[in-house]
């Protein structure tokens, strides 16, 4: 495989990140001793895009997608016998995406839940669901990781589920977990000896919404039920203090977190408010414990909210992701023909850019960083370093 451009690797038609360095560090000093600070710098401008322009972003295949699902026939197959809904998916169709759009590698999971109130039919769908994604990483590694699948709520069944995939399968892609199973959100005390033994082995956790009775929408999260499920779980995990008793362990939020950062002075006004607040204030507000978070832009991806992520936890906390294959009509030919209201976020085919809108916000090392270098320092094993 050919090796791609890393964080010190010179892009095709581009400087190194070293000489990149040295040439904004230069400008800076030449800028000051002629009696002022260049002109971004002077005016505190975060978000142009002009930033890094002198910096190109490699050709080809570079990204990586930590927010993709794939479909095992197994799996949908058991799906079916329940009565529940199905997703079309294909191994064809999801290479065919990925090199439309430049994408390297994608860490996929399953959808849905599949808790059906049978335990061992529950452990049965997990064991086939990473056995199917060890095969996977054994037939296309080059372009696959995966996320691991737990048979939750059981947390017996999980640890000893987490143990074989890690252990046996090595599947090193984290795990997936839903907001909540039953109702029973994360933050709750029943997930503790999970988390100890995520914690023992700083792993990545990433969480995904998942179905949410007695709304409008269904039992499937609709338009609100998306982002509002990811924000549930956020927050009790923040309010339950598991992201302070647990801290080797890395979260990642599906699309960009929800509604978390929108939401802090709201959240921060509640805890110091205490009318109807049943948790245990956080000693420095929930705003710190929410910059743990790592966020990722699968369906949030316009300019607002990518710069909401980046002033609540940094780019250092935001990665890469499309959701696969429930973005199809945003990746459509006619995408702007069916959204023109949309037109401004549409990904540009021509270009093969998935999201346009990162050079809207972020300078082009910055974007690079999202797109791939965050995910070699978070799924070191998934991605590694000669990448």
Request: hydrophobic share 35%; aromatic share 12%.
């Amino acid at each position: 495989m050919e090796q791609q451009n890393g964080t010190n690797a010179a892009p095709q038609g581009g400087a190194t990140r070293r000489t990149f360095l040295s040439g904004t560090l230069a400008g800076t000093a030449a800028g000051v001793l002629a009696g002022g600070l260049p002109g971004a710098l002077a005016h505190g401008n975060k978000h142009s895009r002009d930033r890094g322009d002198c910096y190109s972003l490699p050709k080809g295949k570079y990204r990586i997608d930590l927010h993709s699902h794939f479909v095992p026939p197994d799996y949908t197959a058991f799906l079916k016998s329940k009565g529940s809904v199905t997703f079309p998916w294909t191994l064809e169709g999801q290479l065919a995406f990925m090199d439309t759009w430049n994408i390297q590698k994608s860490v996929v999971s399953v959808p849905i839940g599949f808790d059906f109130g049978n335990a061992a039919e529950t452990r049965s769908v997990a064991r086939g669901v990473n056995e199917y994604a060890k095969q996977l990483l054994k037939d296309h590694g080059d372009r696959f990781g995966a996320h691991i699948t737990l048979p939750l709520p059981n947390i017996t069944d999980s640890i000893e589920e987490l143990t074989y995939a890690v252990d046996t399968l090595k599947l090193d892609g984290g795990v997936m977990l839903f907001a909540h199973y039953g109702g029973v959100y994360l933050g709750d005390a029943k997930y503790d000896p999970l988390w100890a033994e995520l914690d023992k082995r700083k792993m990545l956790v990433w969480i995904h919404p998942g179905a949410t009775p007695g709304t409008p929408f269904g039992p499937i999260p609709g338009p609100l039920e998306v982002a509002f499920e990811t924000t549930r779980a956020a927050s009790h995990l923040i309010y339950r203090g598991v992201l302070e008793r647990f801290p080797n362990i890395k979260w990642q939020l599906s699309h960009g977190g929800g509604t978390m950062p929108y939401m802090m002075t709201r959240l921060s006004f509640s805890q110091e408010q205490g009318f109807n607040f049943p948790f245990p204030k956080r000693p420095n507000g929930p705003e710190e414990e929410a910059k743990k978070f790592i966020y990722d832009t699968a369906l949030a991806f316009g300019d607002e909210q990518l710069v909401a992520m980046e002033r609540l936890a940094g780019t250092d906390n935001i990665v890469f992701g499309t959701d696969y294959p429930f973005t199809g009509t945003v990746f459509a030919a006619d995408a702007a023909t069916k959204m023109p209201y949309w037109t401004d976020s549409i990904p540009n085919a021509k270009t093969g850019d998935p999201q346009p809108q990162l050079s809207n916000v972020f300078k082009r090392p910055e974007r690079l960083d999202i797109e791939r270098n965050n995910a070699k320092r978070l799924y070191p094993k998934v991605v590694p370093a000669k990448y």
